[in-house]
């Protein structure tokens, strides 16, 4: 009889500079264990091409998400590269009740307040071998303008601080290798 796969924890957050890989790791890994999960975040960040509502995110205009902040609708929120970003709760609750395990693309203040109210959340900070591949990754994947890339890595050196706060740190370099790294961490 094959062996269910168990994962250590119910709640699994990656962290990294945008354009890592953080969403191509967390696709990989959603599709070959059909027991994990991601949380769907809602943005006010406008949709790049190819997203699609509900599926990459909830996209929101500004007036809405501030009335689901009011309502008490979120896990977490943070505004980062100049747009809200937010998990929530009932999207996690559904998730655990559904008896799976929820892998979260977040930024490093929402991964740090998901450990401060889920202790028993794993931390995975990604980081890409070195600075100069960050910007080719941003530029091969064509989805930000030069400015938006800017804005983009002049948050770094605060990602890189926070990243000491995290269970784990993992290098991007050979995305097989970071990937075979990622599940032995995860994998009970
Ligand atoms: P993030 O979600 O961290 O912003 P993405 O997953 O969108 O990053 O990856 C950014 C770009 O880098 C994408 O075009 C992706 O295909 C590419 N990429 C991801 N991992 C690697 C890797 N290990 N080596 C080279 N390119 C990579
Ligand atoms: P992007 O615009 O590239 O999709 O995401 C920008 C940043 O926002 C990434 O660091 C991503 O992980 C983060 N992010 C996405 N969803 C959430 C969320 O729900 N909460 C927080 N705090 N950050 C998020």
Redesign the pocket.
């Known amino acids: 009889m094959k062996s269910e796969i168990k994962f250590k924890s119910s709640y699994i957050a990656f962290s990294?500079?945008?354009?890592?890989?953080?969403?191509?790791?967390v696709?990989y890994l959603v599709k070959k264990y059909p027991h994990l999960v991601t949380s769907v975040s809602a943005t006010t960040r406008p949709k790049r091409p190819g997203e699609i509502d509900g599926i990459a995110y909830h996209f929101l205009s500004e007036r809405q998400f501030e009335e689901y902040i009011n309502k008490g609708a979120f896990l977490e929120y943070e505004k980062v590269h100049g747009n809200y970003y937010g998990t929530l709760k009932a999207t996690v609750d559904k998730h655990i009740s559904d008896r799976r395990t929820v892998l979260f693309?977040i930024d490093v203040n929402g991964a740090l307040s998901i450990k401060n109210k889920i202790p028993a959340a794993i931390l995975i900070f990604?980081k890409p071998p070195y600075k100069d591949?960050l910007i080719t990754?941003?530029k091969?994947?064509k989805?930000e303008t030069m400015e938006s890339i800017d804005k983009r890595l002049q948050r770094l050196s605060y990602e890189y601080e926070m990243s000491a706060k995290f269970d784990y740190v993992v290098i991007?370099?050979?995305?097989e290798d970071?990937i075979k790294e990622i599940e032995r961490i995860i994998i009970d």
């Open positions: 990294a500079p945008s354009g890592t890989g953080k969403t191509t790791i696709e693309d990604l591949e990754r941003l091969n994947r989805s991007n370099d050979k995305l970071a």
